[in-house]
């Protein structure tokens, strides 16, 4: 199966990205990788997102994924569209195994020990922590951590700029999912992307220490 740890290691931070104007799509996802941060998770939480996958997979540097992937027929749909891995709120055995068979890198939510291992006896080992804040931040994630010490997270949910250095500073987080770096209020609906912003804010991510 196609290892997700790469993707993880590439930034310290993955854009979680809810594109509703496909014309943004592609200065958004130029903002980001020229900002340091190339992989790109566009979830699948409005109408045009397979079509943004497709549209900032142009962008030189830019390496998409998936996010909100429910079920083997999105996995289909957001393969075809160009996503080079995939992430999912939860996780399922139909959802895992379609993945598995797909050779896709895939990261799978979890906010439980049984999450957990039912992940690994599918032979995965890297999770997404999701809703992180929600389900105890930090302090909850150790507390996981600490019996799975070959697992590695990235944490989503309530992960801001303010708390992420906290929680990239445990060895069991490879890097954090965070839709601070992409606010609404720089890509208004019917508008240009404020890309000068944006690009800032990323490099600011880029440049955490983990």
Not at 36 to 48: D, F, M, W
Not at 57 to 62: D, L, M, Q
Not at 107 to 129: C, E, N, Q, V, Y
Not at 177 to 205: C, F, H, N, Q, Y
């Amino acid at each position: 199966m196609a290892n997700i740890r790469e993707f993880m290691e590439a930034a310290p931070v993955i854009p979680v990205l809810v594109v509703q104007d496909i014309d943004q799509a592609i200065p958004l996802a130029e903002a980001l990788v020229a900002g340091g941060l190339p992989c790109l998770e566009v979830t699948l939480r409005t109408p045009c997102a397979l079509d943004a996958i497709r549209e900032m997979a142009k962008v030189p540097g830019a390496i998409l994924g998936a996010g909100t992937v429910l079920n083997p027929d999105q996995l289909d749909a957001v393969m075809e569209a160009g996503a080079k891995f995939v992430v999912s709120p939860g996780l399922t055995e139909t959802l895992g195994k379609a993945a598995i068979a797909n050779d896709i890198a895939f990261l799978p939510g979890i906010a439980t020990s049984a999450d957990i291992m039912r992940g690994m006896d599918m032979g995965l080992s890297h999770f997404k922590f999701f809703p992180a804040e929600a389900n105890g931040g930090l302090p909850a994630l150790k507390a996981l951590a600490a019996p799975f010490h070959e697992a590695r997270f990235c944490p989503t949910g309530g992960v801001s700029a303010k708390n992420a250095p906290e929680y990239l500073a445990h060895p069991s987080i490879l890097c954090v999912g965070g839709s601070w770096v992409a606010p609404g209020e720089a890509m208004p609906m019917g508008g240009p992307v404020d890309k000068a912003r944006i690009e800032t804010l990323a490099r600011e991510a880029a440049a955490l220490p983990r």
